[in-house]
């Protein structure tokens, strides 16, 4: 019995033996699933520290920056502007445009209060008639006058009649043509003051002077109008315009660089409103005098081509041009810093930041415009395009992008 118990104490060592291979299987299956995640990771570059990289942008540019000889910033201004007013002072009754209307040379475009004006015009035509009227009855009278004279001066001549028949004929003569010329010189003073109420009552309708865009309505019905604008809540404009056709940009040029500039130089100007277009200027006037306080020139550069787009007060960025700029030059085009690319084998490449990895893309290049080179295919604007160290970079290297100090 007791033997028997010592037996179950026993160490069963055939089972021990057995278990010892299942645990180094185990072990060498978890060391070879660690190799193969480092073997993975490492071929990710997961486990490579992370090159720090300069970008820059592939951006768009035009052909003309590469011969821009002077770049100067200033504001699109109309070198025809005017207040329009009135020439008397009444209430304004009507008006009969708004911000941006256009309007025509002589275009009634307001009118003012006016019954006293076409008052003294009436009184002043009816003057004139009356006038008239009183001419004709002082010919009939010299007609009458000069047929009695002569018969008088016949008869006195035949002694038929005495001398002083004669001589009251001619008196009577001599007053019918004094009044006919008094009838036409009152007439003329009439039609004087006729043209003056004329003027008077056509002051009343405000005109435009030349032809052009309405840029402010500065007083509205009801606003009592006054040349002068002295008055309480007086306007002196009615509105403001400005002949489009007259718009220059007004650009300040340091006098350092006024050399490179000419009359009738090409120009290219952009406008801040309309990014993405260029107009075509020339070089129309150095104004000569200088701003001592900046150290600058004014120079006025006019479109040559007219667009609606374009207003008063604009700002704008004018480029002094070394030449015109050809008809295959006017579009814009993408560029890279030459810097970026690489050539292998015959091909160019460059590397673009996509995330935290480096891709090597194929590119197609074009000619060099000014410090950049054109590409016609592989990449697009906007795109960030890896700069330096080139050298410590493969395609899918991860990256970091340095901070810009």
Not at 9 to 27: C, E, M, V, Y
Not at 352 to 368: D, Q
Request: with cysteine; glycine share 6%.
């Amino acid at each position: 019995m007791a033997d028997r118990d010592l037996n179950r104490l026993k160490i069963d060592k055939t089972a021990a033996a057995a278990g010892k291979p299942w645990h180094k299987r185990q072990l060498t299956r978890i060391v070879a699933v660690i190799a193969l995640v480092v073997a993975i990771l490492a071929a990710t570059g997961v486990l490579t520290p992370r090159v720090e990289v300069e970008v820059a942008s592939v951006s768009r540019i035009y052909p003309s920056q590469a011969f821009t000889l002077l770049n100067a910033s200033g504001y699109v201004v109309a070198q025809r502007k005017a207040a329009v007013a009135s020439k008397t002072t009444a209430q304004l009754v009507w008006l009969g445009v708004e911000e941006g209307s256009r309007v025509q040379q002589g275009q009634v475009i307001a009118r003012l209060e006016n019954r006293d004006a076409a008052a003294v015009r009436g009184q002043a035509a009816a003057n004139l008639n009356n006038a008239r009227a009183v001419l004709e009855q002082a010919k009939a009278e010299l007609r009458d006058a000069t047929l009695s004279f002569e018969r008088q001066k016949e008869l006195l001549a035949q002694g038929v009649v005495a001398k002083a028949d004669y001589d009251a004929a001619e008196a009577r003569y001599k007053r019918a043509k004094a009044g006919v010329a008094a009838a036409e010189a009152n007439i003329v003073s009439l039609r004087s003051a006729l043209l003056g109420a004329e003027a008077q009552l056509d002051y009343t309708l405000i005109r435009a002077p030349f032809n052009a865009v309405v840029l402010t309505k500065d007083a509205d019905v009801g606003d009592i109008v006054t040349p002068l604008g002295a008055a309480a809540n007086a306007k002196a404009a009615v509105v403001t315009i400005a002949d489009m056709d007259s718009l220059q940009v007004e650009a300040d040029v340091s006098e350092s660089n006024l050399e490179k500039i000419k009359m009738g130089q090409p120009c290219e100007i952009t406008l801040d409103a309309l990014p993405d277009l260029r107009f075509r200027g020339v070089t129309h006037t150095i104004v000569p005098t200088a701003d001592r306080s900046k150290a600058t020139v004014m120079v006025k550069v006019r479109f040559v081509d007219q667009d609606r787009r374009i207003l008063p007060e604009m700002s704008a960025k004018v480029a002094f041009l070394e030449r015109p700029v050809k008809p295959g030059e006017q579009q814009p085009v993408t560029a890279v810093n030459p810097q970026a690319v690489l050539e292998k084998e015959g091909a160019k490449f460059v590397f673009v930041a996509r995330g935290e990895k480096a891709v090597k893309t194929r590119v197609t290049t074009g000619p060099r415009i000014g410090d950049m080179i054109q590409v016609t295919s592989g990449v697009k604007v906007g795109d960030k395009i890896i700069l330096k160290p080139l050298d410590k970079l493969r395609d899918g290297a991860r990256i970091k992008i340095a901070e810009k100090q």
